[in-house]
């Protein structure tokens, strides 16, 4: 179905619920394709794609909310039915006076700016490359030591397509392309296996890069043999880029609109008040040129903006949506994030650990969660122990145990090595006086 199509279609509907008793709609139509190449023991494992097209429409009867979905498109005598039977069952349920479609002076208005963030050649992309690709990786590691257990490489890409029309004047369209490959090695150790991976990732397939993944996973894995607890302490923490977002979810989930209006986060009524040290700087960008969380509108057609969520530790913004924006007496804006970007330091990863007499490197993290009304928090860690600015040996079956505002506001360096392979746009973080137990 070409963009016109899903245009017409979706006008269509809305103006077909419109008709039988909607006061508002809005629809999404969509279409989505990926496929997937994962190889083992120099044989292809698994191989698989798939294509998914479908129709979702949000209704306001009443005063009464529902929300409903179709894959079924070819045929609009069942549309019909569908969008009226949906229309009968949503007068059943209970008022709610929150629920409504955005201000219409809300929505984007369509002018747009190439974010660059669909590859057109995703379609004509060959099968055998994708194949090809994945045992290259393989074949970085096979034969390269004697304690190797085993070697996975995995392929992934996807496409989407959308577009959304609303009956309050909202319309907008928006695709997206995705690549990634992956190399995960498992090794001999001492009464262990111990195992990594390393992922590269890009929007468009000639910048997605290709060699030296399987070696960099091998390289990680073979530095955590003879990994094991040390005793309790407390010492400073670096976390890895690549895994500085697992630090930073739970401060981003309690600054959502739901947990705010439900007395389920640390941070509610902390509008304007310091929770991190002025190491902390946080902005969300929405238009980043081919940035993994790039858009111009959100989900409820919000016209999205370039704003401060943390300057210098301060709280300047949550993440409201309309529904709980309602609630809250305040003003949407949008419900989720799109690229976060922490303001880099100077120094490298590598030049923090130089600095320390004693500290943990955190490469991987083992369960664990944040208590979200709290902010107490307990994870399980891998890493490697620091001592008068070296690397000495590798840990495991640790965990650090505090509290978020407390960890934030230990927050005493940056890095420069900001991780460009995912949305969140992180550099390495340095934290003091972390609680580590072990032996």
């Not at 963009?3 to 006008?11: Q, R």
């Not at 097209?53 to 979905?69: F, Q």
């Not at 860690?381 to 690397?391: A, H, M, N, Q, R």
């Amino acid at each position: 179905m070409t963009k016109e199509e899903k245009y017409s279609l979706a006008k269509w509907a809305v103006n077909h619920a419109l008709k039988n008793g909607a006061q508002n709609a809005k629809v999404n139509i969509y279409d989505s394709q990926n496929s997937s190449v994962k190889v083992r023991a120099e044989k292809i494992d698994k191989l698989e794609q798939s294509t998914q097209s479908g129709l979702s429409i949000s209704l306001y009867v009443d005063k009464k909310y529902s929300a409903h979905s179709t894959n079924r498109l070819n045929n609009k005598n069942e549309l019909k039915r569908f969008i009226e039977n949906a229309i009968e069952g949503t007068k059943f349920l209970a008022e709610d006076e929150f629920r409504t479609l955005p201000e219409p002076h809300l929505y984007f208005k369509g002018n747009e700016k190439d974010l660059s963030t669909f590859d057109n050649g995703f379609l004509s992309l060959n099968p055998q490359e994708k194949v090809n690709a994945v045992f290259n990786i393989e074949k970085e590691v096979l034969g390269k030591d004697d304690r190797i257990i085993s070697v996975t490489a995995s392929y992934y890409d996807g496409m989407s397509s959308s577009v959304m029309v609303t009956s309050n004047g909202f319309e907008g369209d928006r695709a997206n392309t995705y690549y990634s490959l992956n190399a995960s090695v498992s090794v001999k150790g001492d009464d262990a296996r111990p195992e990594s991976y390393w992922t590269e990732s890009a929007i468009f397939n000639d910048q997605l890069k290709k060699e030296g993944i399987g070696e960099i996973a091998l390289k990680r894995a073979l530095k955590k043999i003879g990994q094991t607890k040390i005793e309790s302490d407390k010492m400073t923490m670096i976390v890895e880029n690549r895994l500085a977002s697992r630090s930073l979810s739970p401060l981003i989930s309690a600054l959502n609109g739901s947990a705010i209006q439900q007395k389920n986060s640390f941070l509610v009524d902390e509008l304007g008040n310091k929770i991190g040290s002025d190491k902390l700087t946080l902005i969300d960008d929405p238009f980043i040129i081919s940035g993994r969380g790039s858009r111009l509108f959100d989900g409820e057609g919000l016209a999205l903006k370039k704003r401060t969520i943390f300057e210098k530790g301060v709280l300047k913004s949550y993440y409201i949506d309309t529904y709980y924006g309602k609630k809250l007496k305040m003003d949407p804006t949008s419900g989720s994030t799109t690229n976060l970007v922490m303001t880099p330091g100077k120094r490298t990863m590598e030049e923090m650990i130089a600095t320390l007499d004693r500290g943990i490197l955190i490469t991987g993290f083992n369960g664990g969660n944040t208590n979200g009304t709290t902010g107490d928090y307990s994870y399980g860690i891998d890493g490697f122990l620091i001592e008068k600015g070296k690397i000495v040996k590798p840990v495991s079956e640790m965990n650090i145990t505090g509290n978020m505002k407390q960890l934030w506001m230990n927050l005493t360096e940056v890095g420069n090595d900001v991780y460009k392979n995912s949305s969140w746009r992180m550099p390495s973080l340095m934290f003091k006086d972390i609680d580590f137990s072990g032996i």
